[in-house]
């Protein structure tokens, strides 16, 4: 059983940046790819970004490319997501979540075993 904690949410204007960390326990961290969703209020949960088990490879949701980065600590057990020129519409609470698989449908929720609690960002106009 894997458990996840999310951390560094708030508050932000927009065009600022922020960086949301997930720390994983009760589990071989590195033998998983983690993923970041976002909900924001009366919207479905989307997909954000994602890393496979090494780290080299990632994947984007076209929403956030070139804006946020993911990136994994494995020493650290922790998954990151540092979001950059951020706008409204990144406001949400980001999740993260933790997958034994790799591949088509990586960007789709069910594919995933563990889930966060969730932190909220607010990105203000």
């Known amino acids: 059983q894997v458990q996840l904690v999310e951390s560094g949410g708030g508050l932000v204007q927009a065009g600022g940046s922020l960086r949301l960390s997930c720390a994983a326990s009760g589990g071989t961290f590195s033998s998983y790819a983690m993923g970041w969703f976002r909900q924001a209020p009366g919207k479905e949960r989307e997909f954000v970004a994602a890393i496979k088990w090494g780290g080299r490879d990632t994947y984007y949701a076209d929403s956030v490319k070139g804006r946020f980065t993911i990136a994994r600590d494995n020493g650290k057990s922790t998954v990151y997501l540092q979001m950059s020129s951020l706008k409204p519409e990144d406001t949400a609470v980001y999740y993260c979540?933790?997958?034994?698989?790799w591949g088509l449908g990586s960007d789709s929720a069910i594919a995933y075993d563990y889930w966060g609690q969730g932190t909220q960002v607010t990105v203000s106009s």
């Open positions: 979540a933790a997958s034994n698989r």
